[in-house]
């Protein structure tokens, strides 16, 4: 009989990540090092070419 193997998904500590506000009801959390003006325009890009 074959045992299946147990998938662990592990959280991400966010008291480890920066926050950044996208808007007042939008958060995202980046690593450290990131810079956030970056981060927050490759968001809004992501999302703009997803409701396309």
């Given at each position: 009989m074959i045992e299946k193997k147990?998938?662990?998904h592990t959280s991400p500590?966010?008291?480890k990540m920066?926050?950044?506000v996208i808007d007042h009801r939008t958060?995202?959390?980046i690593?450290?090092?990131v810079d956030a003006?970056?981060?927050k325009s490759?968001?809004?890009a992501n999302l703009k070419n997803r409701r396309l």
């Open positions: 147990t998938v662990v500590d966010l008291s920066k926050e950044v958060k995202i959390y690593a450290p090092g003006v970056e981060a490759r968001y809004l």
